[in-house]
Nanobody
Framework: QVQLVESGGGLVQAGGSLRLSCTGS????????MGWYRQAPGKQQAPRKQ?????????????NYADSVKGRFTISRDNAKRTVYLQMNSLKAEDTAVYYC?????????WGQGTQVTVSS
């Protein structure tokens, strides 16, 4: 069983920055693809599969980003700390959402509890 704990969310003005962290337990972290997803206000009851992919990073360090965050967000990982980060710069009001950390290593799939990010315009 893997537990993922996110932190770093909060309230920030448009144009500001936040860094999210997600720390995992268990031995499979370093072999897993890690991702950040988000669910905007009013969509909290939607199935998990409707969460928007923000960024992913593979075990080898390859990254991929949603078009809406390219150039503003950076995902990184520290396997020794079992932690994945999401550096968010130039935040916009439309980035407001609950951000979830995800671990993917077939057949395993785990989600964190989410952390709220609110960007005021």
């Amino acid at each position: 069983q893997v537990q993922l704990v996110e932190s770093g969310g909060g309230l920030v003005q448009a144009g500001g920055s936040l860094r999210l962290s997600c720390t995992g337990s268990g031995s499979i972290f370093s072999d897993s693809t890690m991702g950040w997803y988000r669910q905007a206000p009013g969509k909290q009851q939607a199935p998990r599969k409707q969460r928007e992919l923000v960024a992913i990073i593979t075990s080898g360090g390859s990254t991929n980003y949603a078009d809406s965050v390219k150039g503003r967000f950076t995902i990184s990982r520290d396997n020794a700390k079992r932690t994945v980060y999401l550096q968010m710069n130039s935040l916009k009001a439309e980035d407001t959402a609950v951000y979830y950390c995800h671990l993917d290593r077939v057949p395993y799939s785990y989600w964190g509890q989410g952390t709220q990010v609110t960007v005021s315009s």
